[in-house]
């Protein structure tokens, strides 16, 4: 989280934000009674209105769409803002009395207390924010580009016939070249949009990688380790914002949800799927990255080693076990080179074994 100043505190508040409504709640710090209860507009006008020129407020709110601009407005103005993870506090998320005028309270009382019971979140700056639109804007066209392509083969299908097996950048050309006759009609506008949604991805690739080597030169280092291209170096960046944030690297891991759950409860131990907290589009590049190192172009390296030994073990649906734990050490190194900016060895784990022999 930002430093965070000592100004005396007089009143806490929490903020229930809604898309067109929020609801304030604001509780004095010393007695817990509430002194203000009311709704407000969530424009940056009315916000402004309210908080600016009053003393300064330590306020709660509840991770969502609009809590990033919201609480970059609240700092500006002076106030010590807090953003809860809702899915960590049951008392919120699983409240089956849920209530705008509740849920602020409960931030609200939550802050006056201690603010790390709300698990509080970090959101990126303004340009951070615009520069990684950019990147899930191109994520939303493939997603697109993809149910397009699976509408067409499963028309085709239905017609008793299969489209080729193609990449999805030429998916358009040879389907118009093998589609039946009587659905050509019907799917040759499904085609054209196929097309110019594979021109604009094309378009953007370009200037994603103009953006990582011309704001963020630190992902050309990263981009060392084979398997990792601009798009996967600048979502990491972008999605970590401050590396320092981290204790060690090993815990990036575990903050993008690539890490086994755990439900220790006496003597159970089970054994549990990986958490899949945190960034979910990150999480599937790192994972994509993974699987093209296990594959048949993948370079000798560390990462590939360890993977296929655990793959050589065998099991129930080895292949992709391996590929998440590739994933997840992969997440590790990554943020290791971002941190020291080594040069990236391939066998610096069998490199330092034979050392230390």
Known sequence: ????????????????????????????????????ETRLATTEACLRRRFQGVGRMRIALEVG?????????????????????????????????KDDRVDAEYLARLARVDPRLLSPIRHRGAAAQADLARVRSRAALVQARTALIGHCRGAVKSWGQRLPSCDARCFAAQASQAMPEALREALEPVLEQIAQLTQTIRRMDREIE???????PETQGLRKIRGVGALTALSFVLTLDDPHRFPTSRTVGAYLGLVPARADSGESRPQLRISKEGDRYLRSLLVQCAHYMLGPFGEDCDLRRFGHRLIDRGGKAAKKR??????????????RLWVTADDYDPFHALNTDSQAA
Do not use: F
């Open 322 to 335: 391996a590929a998440v734990a590739v994933a997840r050490k992969l997440a590790v190194v990554l943020h």
């Open 1 to 36: 989280m930002r430093e965070r100043s000592t100004g005396q505190i007089e009143v806490v508040g929490g903020m229930d934000l809604g898309d067109k409504k929020s609801q304030l709640c604001v509780l004095d710090t010393e007695s817990g009674e509430i002194v203000e």
């Open 210 to 216: 103009t953006l990582a080597a011309e704001r963020y």
């Open 65 to 97: 769409t609009h809590s990033p601009w919201v609480s970059r407005l609240l700092e500006e103005l002076g106030h010590e803002v807090y953003v809860a993870n809702a899915r960590k506090l049951r008392l919120i998320y699983e409240n089956r009395q």
